[in-house]
């Protein structure tokens, strides 16, 4: 398909991206990948490997680079993907990325379509 065609996301919406693309992309260093759940649910359920953690309600500090809170892992040139466990909340802190600066931001949709192609887990 020609890349004029292809669908592209509202202004400032995060972008869907498969799991198997996020995991590579990841794996190979080009993308930051974030959980945006609560802690209780890392508790049960582990994270992606290599995953920063930053909860949906911490998003707005730890995302704005000119928050001093700012994650020192995050850089708003580089790709993030977001996941929670359905893939509501990850639109939304896409949606904050976005409104933020970041230029590349992917919304992965929930944990399990991240170990379904074949993503790890830590606890």
């Keep these: ?22 995991i590579a992309r990841a794996d190979a260093g080009e993308l930051t990948v ?20 930053i909860p949906l309600m911490m998003l707005r500090f730890q995302a704005d680079p000119r928050n001093p ?7 708003v040139d580089k790709p993030v993907a977001l996941y929670c466990a359905s893939g509501a909340r990850s639109q939304m802190a896409g949606q904050q990325m976005a409104q933020l600066g970041f230029k590349e931001v992917y919304n992965i949709g929930g944990l399990g379509h991240w170990v379904s192609a074949g993503g790890k887990i830590e606890r």
């Excluded at 398909?1 to 996020?22: E, T, V, W, Y």
């Design 34 to 53: 974030i959980d945006v759940r609560d802690i209780s649910e890392i508790a049960q359920s582990g994270k992606a490997k290599g995953a920063l953690h």
């Design 1 to 22: 398909m020609l890349n004029f065609m292809k669908a592209r996301p509202a202004q400032g919406q995060p972008a869907p991206i498969a799991p198997a693309d996020a």
């Design 69 to 75: 809170d700012f994650h020192p892992e995050l850089d």
